[in-house]
């Protein structure tokens, strides 16, 4: 089993959808929780950063993290076409550790 | 002015030839990494520097060669590249707190290699 489960899409919604993106993981010691947003030809970055349990809200994007169940999510609200891009989630264990990425996936907003 | 920035953007090569990519921040940055996205964008740490120390080495053959001259710069050279090795590399740099990684990294625009 991979450390951190993420579904590659891809994901095609209409303009003004909720998007619901999650990832699984398997390591409990997992206690920093981020999404990161990577546009076409570009470098990720940060979108939503948690540290541990908990929702975290950031206009139209809302980030969930359930320990228990070894489950996070990332919520976009009223998606818009400038959301199109590839989400990956990512997740660390803190001190010197390394973050560990989702495969990423693909969501398109169509206008 | 970029945060994170790296050259070359593109790469085009022939096998057994070796590469450099280079990667500067200016965000005041203590640790720097490189990843690699495969054509698949599965995002893999490969290297991480922290402070010109070596911190994360991956299982990555020895034709990769980090090189930190200084906590600004980290530098990726390959030997006798492979076509195994095309894919996109991404540097990017993350600041510790009170020691610990968060994870918040900056990456750049990454280099795209294609061997040949």
């Known amino acids: 089993q991979k450390e951190v489960e993420q579904d590659p899409g891809p994901l095609s919604v209409p303009e003004g959808a909720i998007v619901s993106l999650n990832c699984t993981y398997s390591?409990?010691?997992?206690?920093?929780f981020m999404w990161y947003r990577q546009y076409s030809r570009k470098g990720p970055e940060l979108l939503m950063y948690?540290?541990?349990?908990g929702n975290k809200e950031d206009g139209r994007f809302t980030a969930q993290v359930d320990k228990s169940s070894k489950y996070i999510s990332l919520f976009i609200r009223d998606s818009q076409p400038s959301d199109s891009a590839t989400y990956l989630c990512?997740?660390?264990?803190?001190?010197?550790?390394?973050?560990?990425f989702g495969k990423g996936m693909k969501l398109t907003v169509n206008p | 002015d970029t945060a994170v920035s790296q050259t070359p953007k593109y790469l085009v090569t022939q096998m057994g030839n070796d590469k450099s990519i280079k990667c500067e921040q200016n965000?005041?940055?203590?640790?720097m990494y490189w990843y690699k996205q495969d054509s698949k964008k599965f995002l893999k740490i490969m290297f991480s520097?922290?402070?010109?120390?070596?911190?994360i080495n991956e299982t990555v053959p020895n034709r990769f060669s980090p090189k930190s001259p200084d906590k600004a710069h980290l530098n990726l050279h390959i030997n006798s590249l492979e076509l195994g090795d095309s894919a996109v590399y991404f540097c990017?740099?993350?600041?510790?707190?009170?020691?610990?990684?968060?994870?918040?990294?900056?990456f750049g625009e990454g280099s795209r290699l294609t061997v040949l």
């Open positions: 990017a740099s993350s600041q510790r707190l009170a020691g610990v990684q968060t994870g918040e990294l900056f």
């Open positions: 390591n409990s010691a997992f206690q920093y």
């Open positions: 948690t540290y541990s349990s």
């Open positions: 990512a997740m660390s264990k803190g001190g010197s550790e390394k973050l560990v």
């Open positions: 965000l005041g940055h203590d640790t």
């Open positions: 520097y922290n402070n010109k120390e070596l911190i």
